[in-house]
């Protein structure tokens, strides 16, 4: 029934009873979860939220100690190892600055240079110019804050001056994410991820995770997110998190340098939401990204990354089993900034395994993202190897891996709207499948998409996006991308993994039993 039900969406006659059909059997397709309660970007950091960081639960002492057990002495000299890298590294990070984020022109992505390709895989981040026209681009922004403008009611953050708004369904963010050349980006992009031939994966048949959208003005300061990373937290180190898949085992045997963060097949089995906050991600993306709307330099209320990339991954995974010796009062975590920043303070010698692991994980909160600051986390040097994005321009994408450290500009020192659909880029699988199924649904029925802050969302909007308009709008590929049509599994060219993906979706999207 449900095949019938979305294929027969071609014919107008049956549009209104079809669209009655296709919500009610979404539902029943759906696996139960949890409803999320309504909520905006704050209620994914603790920092945003007003959470202070503090020791996590005993249980957490006992698993760091579970985790490097009988390697003790190897993850020692790992940590010492890294921190004399880390040294190396700093000090080429901040000479380059903004250059050292890699840029190519869409128009180059079929034949890729050498040189981009290799300083992407380095620093986890780089600028995609021109994937959509400026003219287009800017233009989708006014028909932005026009639907915005017709619906006042529309929930952002924050709520005096909003800059971050709850929408996911209006015309222009469909449009963006279907993009032939955005779907072109996002697996252009998701190839540089390797994975065995037979796994149940493809990068080349990228799905919508449809994310929200930024018009942050110029003095904003609230909006002020420090260091993170998304895709949890604790769940890094948990077994049933992370661990289920084994991400980051290379570390905890004390061979941090054989850490891939590019590849995939372990990354499958991840349960990264283990406590279900509000915000927190369900989906596998490999990259996060955004689409400028607007033009945008460093300071004018723009993105920040961190290029050390798999170091600094290695170094804050591994910062939870080591204290100073000297340098904070007994039993603390942090000093001063001008403590951590002193080489003496952060010389290897100052630094030991815990003999008894305490329960502290610093900067992670059980459902929220993990966040980062130069006093929990003092030789990545921060406030020097956050990088800003060069200038931007509408019709811009920017991506960065999904391990990477980013933030935002604490003030928007610029002239004119920071304006940024953000849209990650996010291989086929069998669990996104099954979020496509959940994330479907949210839109038939006009809520907020499935990882975000529930309520009515855009149900009672005027000029959302609905079933019915899509293939008109987007086209097939934009439908598939939605999970609104099925994949060809049968198509010339695919591997045995991404065959088999394509028919396991396929099923779990309802096209064939």
């Known amino acids: 029934m449900f095949t019938t039900t979305l294929r027969t969406l071609r014919t107008p006659a049956k549009r209104v009873h079809v669209f009655k059909i296709v919500a009610a059997t979404m539902q029943t397709q759906t696996q139960p979860r949890t409803s999320r309660r309504a909520g905006d970007i704050?209620?994914?950091?603790?920092?945003?939220?007003?959470?202070?960081?503090?020791?996590?639960?005993?249980?957490?002492?006992?698993?760091?100690?579970?985790?490097?057990?009988?390697?003790?002495?190897?993850?020692?000299?790992?940590?010492?190892?890294?921190?004399?890298?880390?040294?190396?590294?700093?000090?080429?990070?901040?000479?380059?600055?903004?250059?050292?984020?890699?840029?190519?022109?869409?128009?180059?992505?079929?034949?890729?240079?050498?040189?981009?390709?290799?300083?992407?895989?380095?620093?986890?981040?780089?600028?995609?110019?021109?994937?959509?026209?400026?003219?287009e681009a800017l233009g989708w922004k006014e028909d932005l804050r026009e639907y915005i403008r017709q619906n006042p009611q529309t929930k952002a953050f924050p709520a005096e001056n909003p800059q971050v708004f709850e929408l996911y369904w209006s015309r222009v963010q469909l449009l963006a994410r279907a993009h032939p050349n955005m779907l072109k980006t996002q697996s252009f992009l998701m190839s540089y991820w390797h994975a065995d031939p037979q796994s149940p994966v493809s990068t080349r048949h990228p799905i919508s995770y449809c994310d929200r959208l930024r018009m942050r003005l110029p003095g904003d300061a609230r909006f002020a997110l420090g260091p993170h990373v998304d895709g949890g937290s604790v769940e890094r180190w948990d077994e049933r998190g992370y661990g289920l898949g084994k991400v980051y085992d290379s570390i905890w045997k004390g061979k941090w340098e054989e850490f891939d963060p590019w590849e995939t097949s372990c990354r499958l089995p991840v349960v990264p939401d283990l406590h279900q906050g509000v915000g927190s991600c369900t989906a596998f993306r490999m990259f996060q990204g955004w689409m400028s709307l607007s033009t945008t330099g460093p300071s004018e209320g723009t993105l920040l990354v961190n290029p050390l990339f798999a170091k600094a991954t290695a170094y804050y995974m591994l910062r939870p089993f080591f204290s100073p010796k000297q340098g904070v009062e007994p039993g603390a975590q942090t000093a001063s900034e001008a403590v951590t920043s002193s080489?003496?303070?952060?010389?290897?010698?100052?630094?030991?395994?815990?003999?008894?692991?305490?329960?502290?994980?610093?900067?992670?909160?059980?459902?929220?993202?993990?966040?980062?600051?130069?006093?929990?986390?003092?030789?990545?040097?921060?406030?020097?190897?956050?990088?800003?994005?060069?200038?931007?321009?509408?019709?811009?994408?920017?991506?960065?891996?999904?391990?990477?450290?980013?933030?935002?500009?604490?003030?928007?020192?610029?002239?004119?709207?920071?304006?940024?659909?953000?849209?990650?880029?996010?291989?086929?699988?069998?669990?996104?499948?099954?979020?496509?199924?959940r994330q479907r649904e949210q839109f038939v029925n006009g809520i907020p998409s499935p990882d975000f802050g529930g309520g009515v969302g855009e149900s009672e909007h005027v000029g959302r996006i609905r079933v019915e308009d899509m293939e008109g709008l987007v086209g097939v590929e934009g439908c598939r991308a939605m999970g609104l049509k099925e994949w060809d599994s049968d198509a010339e060219g695919l591997t045995p993994g991404e065959r088999e993906v394509l028919d396991r979706a396929n099923k779990v999207l309802g096209f064939y039993d």
């Open 343 to 437: 080489l003496d303070f952060l010389a290897a010698d100052n630094w030991e395994m815990d003999t008894e692991q305490t329960s502290w994980v610093q900067g992670a909160t059980p459902g929220h993202g993990q966040e980062l600051s130069s006093l929990l986390h003092p030789h990545l040097a921060l406030q020097e190897t956050m990088v800003h994005m060069p200038v931007v321009r509408p019709g811009d994408y920017v991506a960065w891996h999904c391990d990477t450290i980013h933030a935002v500009d604490k003030i928007h020192a610029g002239k004119s709207d920071s304006s940024v659909l953000y849209i990650p880029a996010s291989p086929m699988t069998e669990d996104n499948a099954k979020y496509l199924v």
């Open 42 to 135: 704050s209620d994914a950091f603790a920092s945003l939220s007003g959470q202070e960081f503090k020791p996590l639960t005993p249980e957490y002492a006992e698993l760091k100690a579970r985790l490097i057990k009988g390697n003790e002495d190897a993850v020692r000299q790992s940590w010492n190892r890294l921190l004399e890298d880390l040294r190396k590294e700093i000090p080429l990070i901040v000479e380059q600055g903004s250059n050292v984020i890699p840029q190519i022109d869409f128009k180059d992505i079929d034949n890729a240079p050498e040189k981009f390709s290799k300083e992407l895989k380095e620093r986890g981040v780089a600028v995609i110019r021109g994937v959509v026209g400026e003219k």
